[in-house]
Antibody
Framework: QVQLQESGPGLVKPSQTLSLTCIVS??????????WTWIRQPAGKALEWIGR???????NYNPSLKSRATISVDTSKNQFSLRLSSVTAADTAVYYC?????????????????WGRGSTVSVSS | EIVLTQSPGTLSLYPGERATLSCTTS???????LAWYQQKPGQAPRLLIA???SRATGIPDRFSASGSGTEFTLTISSLEPEDFAVYYC?????????FGGGTKVEIK
């Protein structure tokens, strides 16, 4: 059974860098089938996709984050990470890691089938 | 960027009633890349539907979905107590993912 578990500080000061790690068990981040993904959700609001990384290290990010986000993968520890720089109170949210898949062969579905439980991060001085 | 608009924002129904949730995209999208998720309070979202109409593993058949182009629908044929939750649609395109604003299905 695949499980994802987020870890990281629950409190970050404004202007600093938020760092979260997602530990993967029951699967390998080296699997070429998946995109390892970060999503966040401010309290009472909708889901917001942050970005993803695949086995080859190719990343894609939500343009709204204006290059503040960096996602990386550590195959030796079977985990992937998120760094979000220059945080403000608007970055306060529950952060989820998830496994996304682009199925093949046809049809090419894209969806997130495994999610972590979420990590609450508050930005405050 | 493709915008997903979900309606209504809140749906108030009795258990046993039929729920119809809408997801409208700002431009035509591939139905293969349209997914639906359910989220209960304090929990992570759970995949319900992929490819606009294919139920995920373990999802009961009272959940169905359809649509194409810019109009997509999630239907719950007869609401069970555990179905009261928030539902999100999701689109994938140009290597980016977007979510709708969600529809809350609440007990009337």
């Amino acid at each position: 059974q695949v499980q994802l578990q987020e870890s990281g500080p629950g409190l970050v000061k404004p202007s600093q860098t938020l760092s979260l790690t997602c530990i993967v068990s029951g699967d390998s981040v080296s699997s070429g089938r998946y995109f390892w993904t970060w999503i966040r959700q401010p309290a009472g609001k909708a889901l917001e996709w942050i970005g993803r990384i695949n086995l080859s290290g190719t990343t894609n990010y939500n343009p709204s984050l204006k290059s503040r986000a960096t996602i990386s993968v550590d195959t030796s520890k079977n985990q992937f990470s998120l760094r979000l720089s220059s945080v403000t109170a608007a970055d306060t949210a529950v952060y989820y890691c998830a496994r996304a898949i682009l199925t093949s062969p046809l049809p090419y579905y894209y969806y997130m089938d495994v999610w972590g439980r979420g990590s609450t991060v508050s930005v405050s001085s | 960027e493709i915008v997903l608009t979900q309606s209504p924002g809140t749906l108030s129904l009795y258990p046993g009633e039929r729920a119809t949730l809408s997801c409208t995209t700002s431009q035509s999208v591939s139905s293969a890349y349209l997914a639906w998720y359910q989220q209960k309070p304090g929990q992570a979202p759970r995949l319900l539907i992929a490819g606009a109409s294919s139920r995920a593993t373990g999802i009961p058949d009272r959940f169905s979905a359809s649509g194409s182009g810019t109009e997509f629908t999630l239907t719950i044929s007869s609401l069970e107590p555990e179905d009261f939750a928030v539902y999100y649609c999701q689109n994938y395109g140009s290597s980016l993912v977007t979510f709708g604003g969600g529809t809350k299905v609440e007990i009337k």
